[in-house]
């Protein structure tokens, strides 16, 4: 589904990501973890294709194709989807009008005729139950307003009505309350499966109750660290994340 | 012989095309006098003027006009019905060039004691209430515009509602200006009043039916007494080279609420003065502004919020979207004056560029002389923002569709804001129209 082969990338000069190796195969949930400011968002905005970010080195293969020679709606298209971290007020577009919009050009992608405003609404009734939305939210004006929790909801929704390949999902555990983040995970869950991958951020395990990765990486000062299986999340859950640091070798070299 | 003076004739020739007025009423000659008297021999402003700084007349000064009453309109639409708001359906007067059209307007329904009629006739009917209010609000330092109105004016609204009488539907003013080979002035007047606990909405439409020059110079006059609401909305949609240069004033009493959304769309130079006067305690203003340029436009509002007395608020959200060559121009002052404690008053100016090429200028003046006041202003400028523009991408938007999308959401939440859904949904197809034709937003497609 996904490679990251040796990727260099920096904003405005200064280099943040120093030599990223990655391999997300068809229906495996990564995670990644890393103490704040070691690249994790950096890492999921260049996979979606944020222009403020320069790759110098490096490449990203996306089934089979040169992902970086792609624009970020073309990539949305082909099935990549990032959660935001900090997702985006929008005043003045209603949230259900940009969700149908961006399904109907996903539909049109796949040669699917676009779908009309009530077939949208029946579409997405399923999806609101997912996420445990009330139809309201639909009216209002994307993120504007919302709750940490309800645009991190509303993140899942639209992940949800486009479907995607390969999700990004940075940090939605992040200010979720117990039970929204039962909720969201379920709705994850359901969208994850064999043709589906996801690359979960997060800072805590608690989320991985929930949805279990077949692996977990750990990022610090633009690298992978140390990668595992779940169990090191428990160990980092544990002793920190200066214990990756201080016990990790880098390229072979003791660190 | 060149005429050096340049601008300096402009008014005293459009008055003299304007021949004598016909005497309505002592009072109202003697209005007329007095505003002949104020701009007889005077200068059009220059930008060597403060307040003109970035809004120059030198074109205008040069233009000839003729009165529009005088030349025969040859372009009316076919169905002028199509120009009115549903809501409107049964209270709404129309304006031919500025002339009264009794055949296209309709007053029928209206509560017991309401007046809504051409201004013209209600003054020389002797009605007090016009004769008591007119001139008395449309008054700026230095102004040239606001006396020419009143020295020619003929026809315009005169609008009376009275104590608590509550009208839920918008009264419509729809001011159609035809397509004419002659270049043509008009000025129409709007008085509005409303008495105690008192309530309505008013739509105020000025637009261009082709791309000709004309120059539209209207003054409304609102007083509020207490407790009373109101909600005025204005469509400036003017040919894409006339010019626009309103005044509007509102006098506000004790526990009214005046709002005014002014949406700005048309005219190669449109100038607009609006002034409220917070005269009593706890009294509410809200003078909204949404502004869109394109092409060598040049839109400039000056604005003043008064407050006069303590406990009152004031909200001004004026928004500016600029494509092509255009020009913005925001100048607004707020006045707290000594007695006026514990105001609260927001201001905020935001401007969006879609071109490099056009330009904004904002100026936001706070005159404060209470201490105990809320006050918050901001004025920004710049363009769409880039992490807006990826998040939607990353939604499988494209990069034009994207910038649309932003740009009339940029314009909405100005218009979310006016009640009546009619006027909403013309207003945002104007955005949406808008945003269609920018060359700036097509050139990512
Ligand atoms: N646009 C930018 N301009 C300048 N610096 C940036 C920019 N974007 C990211 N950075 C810097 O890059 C580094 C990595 O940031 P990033 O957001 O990827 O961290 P993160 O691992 O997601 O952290 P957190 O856990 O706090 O979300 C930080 O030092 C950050 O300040
Ligand atoms: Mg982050």
Redesign the interface.
């Known amino acids: 589904m996904l490679t990251i082969k040796n990727l260099y990338a920096e904003v405005e000069g200064v280099e943040i990501l120093k030599g990223i190796n990655l391999e997300i195969k068809k229906g495996e949930v990564h995670a990644l973890m890393g103490p704040n400011g070691s690249g994790k968002s950096t890492l999921a905005k260049i996979i979606a294709g944020h222009p403020s970010y320069e790759v110098t080195k490096g490449e990203i293969i996306y089934e089979g194709e040169d992902l970086l020679e792609l624009d970020p709606d073309e990539r949305a298209r082909k099935g990549v989807f990032m959660a935001f971290q900090y997702p985006v007020e929008i005043p003045g577009v209603s949230n259900s009008m940009l969700m149908r919009e961006s399904y109907n050009e996903v539909r049109k992608e796949q040669g699917l005729d676009p779908l009309d405003p009530l077939e949208f609404e029946d579409y997405i009734v399923d999806k609101l139950k997912m996420v445990e939305m009330d139809a309201k939210f639909l009216e209002r004006n994307v993120n504007a307003g919302f709750s940490g929790g309800e645009k991190k909801r509303n993140e899942i929704l639209q992940m949800a009505v486009l479907n995607p390949k390969l999700a990004l999902l940075d940090e939605t555990d992040s200010g979720l309350d117990i039970d929204a983040l039962r909720i969201v995970s379920s709705g994850i869950n359901k969208l994850s499966g064999e043709d589906r991958s996801i690359l979960l951020v997060t800072h805590y395990q608690r989320i991985l109750n929930y949805i279990t990765p077949d692996y977990v990486h750990v990022m610090v000062n633009g690298r992978i660290q140390k990668s595992g299986g779940k169990e090191l999340a428990y160990e980092l859950e544990e002793h920190g994340y200066e214990w990756v640091t201080a016990n990790t070798e880098v390229n072979g070299e003791a660190k | 012989m060149t005429d050096i003076s340049n601008g300096n004739h402009f008014l005293d020739r459009l008055v003299k095309s304007f021949g004598p007025a016909k005497p309505v009423d002592d009072r109202v000659e003697e209005l007329q006098t007095a505003a002949l008297k104020r701009i007889a021999g005077k200068e059009l402003p220059t930008p060597r003027h403060e307040e003109w700084k970035y809004c120059n007349l030198k074109m205008l000064s040069r233009e000839d006009f003729l009165p529009a009453a005088e030349i025969v309109t040859s372009a009316l639409p076919g169905r002028v019905a199509d120009y009115i708001y549903p809501e409107a359906d049964h209270h709404h007067l129309t304006f031919i060039n500025g002339v009264f059209s009794e055949e296209h307007s309709k007053t029928d329904r209206l509560p017991e004691g309401v007046i809504v009629a051409n201004l013209a006739d209600a003054l020389r009917d002797g009605n007090s209430v016009a004769l008591d209010h007119l001139g008395k609000y449309a008054e700026w330092e230095d102004d040239p515009f606001a006396p020419f109105n009143t020295a020619v004016f003929r026809d315009g609204a005169f609008i009376y509602v009275p104590k608590s009488v509550r009208i839920e539907d918008p009264i419509q003013l729809l001011f159609l200006n035809t397509d004419e080979e002659q270049q043509y002035v008009m000025t129409p007047r709007c008085l509005i009043v409303g008495d105690r606990s008192s309530e309505m909405t008013v739509v105020e439409d000025h637009i261009g039916l082709g791309d000709n020059v004309y120059f539209n110079c209207p003054v409304s006059e609102i007083k509020l007494a207490e407790n009373s609401h109101m909600t005025h909305v204005k469509l400036q949609r003017d040919s894409n080279n006339a010019y626009h240069i309103s005044r509007l004033a509102a006098d506000i009493s004790r526990d009214s609420d005046y709002k005014s959304y002014a949406v700005q769309l048309g005219a190669q130079l449109s100038r607009s003065d609006v002034k409220a006067v917070l005269t009593d305690e706890n009294t509410h203003a809200t003078l909204d502004g949404l502004v869109m340029v394109n092409g060598e436009q040049l839109s400039d509002t000056h604005s003043i919020m008064d407050h006069t007395m303590p406990n009152c608020t004031s909200h001004q959200l004026h928004k500016c979207i600029i494509d092509g060559n255009g020009t913005s121009v925001f100048n607004g002052k707020i006045f707290v004056r000594q007695d006026a404690q514990k105001t609260d008053a927001f201001q905020e100016n935001r401007n969006l560029q879609l071109s490099n090429s056009g330009k904004a200028y904002t100026k936001p003046q706070l005159e404060i002389f209470a201490d105990d006041v809320s006050c918050s202003h901001g004025a920004t400028i710049g363009q769409l923002?880039?992490?807006?523009v990826?998040?939607?991408?990353?939604?499988?938007?494209?990069?034009s569709?994207?910038r649309e999308?932003?740009t009339?959401?940029?314009?909405?939440?100005v218009i979310?804001s006016i009640p009546v859904a009619s006027i909403r949904e013309r207003l945002s197809k104007e955005v949406e129209r808008f945003t269609k034709e920018s060359k700036s937003i097509k050139q990512y497609a």
């Open positions: 923002n880039p992490d807006e990826f998040y939607l991408k990353t939604r499988g938007l494209q990069e569709q994207t999308i932003l009339y959401g940029f314009a909405l939440d979310e």
